[in-house]
């Protein structure tokens, strides 16, 4: 069992909970994730790890509560225990010792580009992170990001930072030059855009993909992803991949897989649902 | 004591029919097919068993049961003699009862099959141990003399419960670490409810936690600790983490919404319950034609799932006959009965989708057998011009697993054959001493009871191995 020692919520569906994992803590690097259930019966959901303390023996899981088993995690208080937790999965970020990188984030995806710019930020890289959300209320991670380099934030209706999308100000320090790789992590739109964005600067571009997931060991191959044409299982080979390869309409469609299930699932939960099925 | 019968009636007794459920009841449900013998069903089954002195049965078993000592107790109505003898040579046997393939192994060589049927072994196996269990307190749990040796098993599939239920027995520490968030291996995710229920698998490893194993599961070995930070911990190690990645067929399309690897099919229903919708929250898609790509035993699995699902047509599409299928004949009968379709001589060439990407089919070529190839069975070929399409909405690809990289990728000092699975001595040693291997990693895709008696092997090399350290 792994008890949850602090819980924030972040945005309007973003909570972050930090829970004890000690032996994650004390190993995991950028990029891993950790496959959890909050309690018996529930779904298994890949999360990526957000930030360790590896002296407190705890991970931070940024969670955005979209489906049933997400809803139910951010559902759990301060002291409630997380049933099952895995990991560290995955290979961890592919880093550069020096030079400059620019590191997107979107959304919840913002919390995943965080270690990446802590750890770049540890080995001496410039690094220039541009986050956006919604609106203000929707941007996350500014403050622990300004630790490792510059922010740039974005929103789309212009109540903080700019307005705009990330793009329109990933460009602009693209266009500064000197920009030695790329990491994007957010929506499938938002990292196909930036991918497409840096493919003319000849810019290696990082993504962290989301594929359905069950096992996160390599077992089920249901997270099956196509890079340049070649299928890849983001549990064992990924999740981050080079985004100039990434065939992202593909991701996008396997996404959607489910959604009649969620759909009818968050009725239910909801309450609009009268009879089950 | 039972009356003693003759020669000449034991001969005479004919073998009984294992009980099931209706084949089209069963084919809406996930209850088991087999309901097992009544006590009076066993004991006309056991009187069949002539007790051979040189029992070839024995030989035909991966785990070398002591088959007719075990049937004698039946026949002698020393039912708790009967477990006490069967649990001592095999540590799971109420799963081995229904997962085996007898025909090939123990009943395959018995001596009542040259003329007429073989003994019912499996079904008095499984009659026995399903016994024991709702018993309880029949067999011996005194602890043993503690060793003072800490062995680690990595994977609580079939090779690694039944080596730790050996190990245990010698007083060893045992410690399981399995990946899943539940013990089982492919016991609990791959076999279905209706062939394994997995209250057994459970009822069996509550007896190796109570007989003092430790299971610790959301381990990944690879990942979360790798073998040689377990080397240093541990004084011999048990790698049997399983058989890994699915095969796919390599064809157009195979990504496609409704393409599953059976790994991951299996696993949603079984693993994640999804079986039992909308009470459960791992969904699967419900096919109305759903198309099995294979011949084997998870090719049945996955087939018999669909149907149960709800599949109007559940199909095998497999490229040679059913003579040639590696599945055990018992499934291929039991899929037949509930009504599957076998598509056969048939291979896929492409998946067909919509411009959603969902599937709406398969495009396959019929085949025709040629000349025996290298493995014995004859070659199928494609018969020029005959492409055709066989309409679907879920397709399973059950045609094999590789092996997974995750544990031996951290671990270079284990040396590999040329698949990526672990080389052994004839003991189950891996190139680094202390360090065993077996079952599907070893083996590539082999059965249950091969990786059960890789387990007792093992455990065996590692008790000499410990005693000499």
Redesign the interface.
Known sequence: MHTILAKKQLSPNVTRLDLLAPRIAEIKKPGQFVIVRAKEGDERIPLTIADADPTQGTIALVIQAVGKATRELVALEVCDAIRDVAGPLGHPTELISSGRALCVGGGVGTAVVHPIAKALHAMGVHVTSVIGGRSREWVIFEEELAKCGDVIVCTDDGSYGRKGFVTDAAKEVLETGGVDIAYAVGPVPMMRAVANLTRPYNVHTIVSLNPVMVDGTGMCGGCRVDIGGETKFACVDGPEFDGHKVDFDLLADRLSTYREFEQRANACADGQCKIRR | MQPTISAKERMQITRQAMPEQDAHERSGNFKEVNLGFSEQLALLEAQRCIQCKEAKCIKGCPVMVNIPRFIKCITDGDLAGAARSLFGDNALPSISGRVCPQEEQCEGSCIRGVKGQPVAIGYLERFVADWARTQGGVLDTTAPVPSGKKVAVIGAGPAGLTAAGELVKQGHDVTIYE???KPGGVLV?GIPEFRLPKKIVAAEVDRLTKAGVKIE????IG???TIPELRAQFDALFIAN?A???V?MNVPG??F??V??A??YL??VNL??AYD???????V?IGKRVAVVGGGNVAMDAVRTAKRLGAEQAMIVYRRTKEEMPARVEEVHHAEHEGVDFQLLVAPLEVLGDD??WVTGLKCNRMELGEPDASGRRKPQVIPGSEFVLECDVVVVAIGTKA???LTATCPDLKLNKWGNIETDANGMTSIPGVFAGGDIVRGAATVILAMGDGKNAAKAINGYLEQA
Not at chain 2, 217 to 220: L, P
Not at chain 2, 277 to 283: A, I, K, S, W, Y
Request: net charge positive; with cysteine; charged share 20%.
């Open positions: 990946a899943l968030h995710y599961c959301n381990v990944v990942r979360t600790y399983g890994g990645l699915p796919f195979e990504n919404k409704g599953y690897a790994n991951e696993t949603r994640m319950e919708l909308p009470n459960t929250n791992t969904p898609l959603k990407r997974n990289p995750l």
